[in-house]
């Protein structure tokens, strides 16, 4: 079943603006990560935080996680025409094994108008 | 880094025929491997864990006869789609986990996708 929940589903902005991304959950987790995708292609991994974490940074990345909200947010600044792509929130309960399986939000597909 | 690769990027069969991917870690041994479909526009469904050596475990709702799993080695994973009717088209994507370094907080790998469609 699918538990993280992003939005908004679709966000257009203009370049050298600010983006972000929320994604909500139901459960307890072991972490949360973030990956992108562009249109027809595979998922590349952007960042991962754990749940006894609060905030993470990765270059223009900002990503926070509040598990007491069971959501977290990804920032991505100074945006570029070449971030345009589908950002996807997933979380993992269990640790180790077969036990670490990725639950996909819907994703927030993210246009960056040059 | 570690890489995964899939096989065909992209399939076109007619309906009734069976269809293989395969799913490969180039560099590193994965004892689990995961297989996702994905909707256009949707997200990605966990459709089954491979495990090197046994039987694949299958989520609910996936008919384990109708997606047959194979991971006869450290570095393949292999979905076979049997008897494919165009509602199984779809864009199928398979993530592996290196073996020596598979822990509750590490990332999984995955392949860039296998876009099927039935006819």
């Known amino acids: 079943s699918q538990q993280g929940e992003e939005d908004p589903q679709a966000l257009s902005i203009q370049e050298g603006e600010n983006a972000t991304m929320n994604c909500s959950y139901k459960?307890?987790?072991?972490?949360l990560q973030w990956y992108r995708q562009n249109s027809g292609r595979g998922l590349v991994h952007l960042i991962l935080i754990r749940s006894n974490e609060r905030e993470k940074h990765s270059g223009r990345l900002r990503v926070t996680l509040d598990t007491s909200k069971k959501s977290s947010s990804l920032l991505i600044t100074a945006s570029r025409a070449a971030d345009t792509a589908s950002y996807f929130c997933?979380?993992?309960?269990?640790?180790?094994?077969?036990?670490?399986?990725?639950?996909f939000g819907k994703g927030t597909l993210l246009t960056v108008n040059p | 880094g570690a890489v995964v690769s899939q096989h065909p990027s992209w399939v076109i069969c007619k309906s009734g025929t069976s269809v293989k991917i395969e799913c490969r870690s180039l560099d590193f041994q994965a004892t689990t491997m995961f297989w996702y479909r994905q909707f256009p526009k949707q997200s990605l469904m966990l459709m089954a864990t491979?495990?090197?050596?046994?039987?694949?475990?299958?989520e609910q709702g996936v008919e384990k006869d109708k997606f047959l799993i194979n991971h006869a080695s450290l570095t393949l994973s292999t979905l076979t789609v049997t008897s494919a009717h165009p509602e199984d088209s779809s864009f199928y994507i398979c993530s592996a986990a290196d073996r020596g370094e598979f822990s509750g907080a590490n990332v999984l790998t995955f392949g860039a996708g296998s876009r099927l469609t039935v006819l």
């Open positions: 491979s495990n090197e050596g046994s039987k694949a475990t299958y």
């Open positions: 997933a979380t993992v309960r269990g640790r180790g094994g077969s036990n670490y399986k990725l639950t």
């Open positions: 459960t307890s987790i072991n972490n």
